[in-house]
C-alpha cells in the first residue's frame, strides 16, 4: 500500500521543504496540497462538506502554487512522489496548466499527479472571471488539451473553447496521470474517464458502493478496469484487515490527512497533550508517532 500525507492544512508555508523530507524518510509514498487562486473577500456560496454549510478554512490560509512547490521539493527528494489534491485546473487556461504540469514533471522525473476538480467556490469562479455553472465543461476540455500538450508533439486541437495547431515543450518523460476529485455523479464521471479518482474521506462500506459504481462507469465508457487509481481517505482506523480489503477492491493508495490534526475516526492521538501543531518539530513527531503506529504495521 503507498501512503500519501496530505498537507492541505499547513500554514507554515517555510515548514513544507522539511516536511516533504521527513516524510519520505520516514516511509511515506507521496505528499499532496491542495489549491486556491483566490480567495473572495465575500462568501455566500455553503461549504458543501460540513453540515452547517461554514468553511472551516480562514481567508489567509496560505496555497502555494503546487506546480511550483512541486519543482522544488521534489530537487529536495529522490522518491517522493507529488499530487495535487486538487487543482483547479479550470480557473486556468489549459496551457498554463500544461506548461505549469509539464515542467514540474520533468523536473521531479516524473514523480507528478495532477490532481483535479471543478471546486465548489462560486465566487471564486466569479471574481476571477470565469464562468461557474459551466466549470465542469469547461475541465472536461481543458484536460483534453492539456493530456495532448503534454505529449511533447505537434498537436492539433479544435474544442468550442479552445482551437489551436502547436507544441509545447519540455515534455514529461511518461504520461502524467491524471486522477479527479468529487462525489457527485458529474464528478464521478469524469474520474472513470480519466486515470484515478481523489474522493472524500469514506469507510469500507463506502468505498465498495462507489468503486462498484465507478467501475460501471467505466465499463460504459468502454474503459478498461485496470490501471485506475483510488486516492482513498480511510474514514476508519488503518488496520491490516483494512488494508487487505482496500487491495481486493483495487485500492493501492491511501492519503492521510495530517495527522497532527484532530481526526474523528483515529482510534489513537497522533498530537500530545499541550502540543503546539504549528511548531515543525510537533509535526515531525505527530508523523513519527503514526508510521510507528500504521506504516511499520500494515503490509
Not at 516524510?23 to 473572495?40: R, S, Y
Not at 486515470?195 to 463506502?206: E, F, H, I, K
Not at 458502493?209 to 487509481?229: C, E, P
Request: charged share 20%; glycine share 8%.
Amino acid at each position: 500500500m503507498k501512503f500519501w500525507l496530505s498537507l492541505v492544512s499547513v500554514r507554515e508555508t517555510e515548514q513544507l521543504p522539511e516536511l516533504a523530507r521527513f516524510a519520505e524518510q520516514i516511509g511515506f509514498h507521496g505528499l499532496m496540497v491542495g489549491d486556491h487562486l483566490l480567495w473572495p473577500a465575500e462568501i455566500q456560496t455553503p461549504y458543501p462538506y460540513s453540515p452547517d454549510g461554514k468553511i472551516f478554512v480562514p481567508a489567509d490560509t496560505p496555497w502555494p502554487d503546487p506546480w511550483v512547490l512541486f519543482a522544488h521539493l521534489g530537487a529536495l527528494t529522490r522518491t517522493l512522489h507529488f499530487a495535487s489534491n486538487i487543482y483547479l485546473a479550470a480557473l486556468r487556461d489549459p496551457f498554463t496548466v500544461a506548461k505549469s504540469v509539464s515542467t514540474a514533471a520533468a523536473l521531479t522525473q516524473n514523480r507528478i499527479v495532477l490532481g483535479v476538480s471543478a471546486g465548489w467556490l462560486k465566487e471564486e469562479y466569479e471574481e476571477v472571471g470565469i464562468n461557474f455553472e459551466t466549470r465542469g465543461y469547461r475541465l472536461d476540455e481543458t484536460l483534453a488539451v492539456v493530456r495532448k500538450l503534454l505529449t511533447g508533439q505537434m498537436v492539433r486541437h479544435q474544442g468550442p473553447l479552445f482551437r489551436f495547431d502547436g507544441i509545447m515543450c519540455p515534455a514529461p518523460g511518461a504520461p502524467v496521470p491524471i486522477w479527479c476529485g468529487g462525489a457527485a455523479a458529474p464528478a464521478m464521471r469524469r474520474a472513470a474517464q480519466n486515470d484515478g479518482w481523489l474522493p472524500l474521506p469514506m469507510t469500507l462500506a463506502q468505498t465498495r458502493t462507489a468503486l462498484g459504481a465507478i467501475h460501471l462507469m467505466r465499463r460504459d465508457a468502454g474503459k478498461q478496469q485496470g490501471g485506475f487509481s483510488v486516492g482513498l481517505p480511510l474514514a476508519e482506523p488503518v488496520t491490516q484487515a483494512a488494508v487487505d480489503e482496500l487491495r481486493e477492491l483495487g485500492v493501492q493508495d491511501l492519503v492521510v490527512i495530517a495527522p497532527w490534526l484532530p481526526s474523528p475516526w483515529d482510534v489513537q492521538a497522533w498530537l500530545g497533550p499541550g502540543e503546539d501543531m504549528a511548531r515543525l518539530d510537533i509535526k515531525k513527531k505527530a508523523l513519527e508517532r503514526y508510521a510507528a503506529a500504521v506504516l511499520s504495521k500494515v503490509r
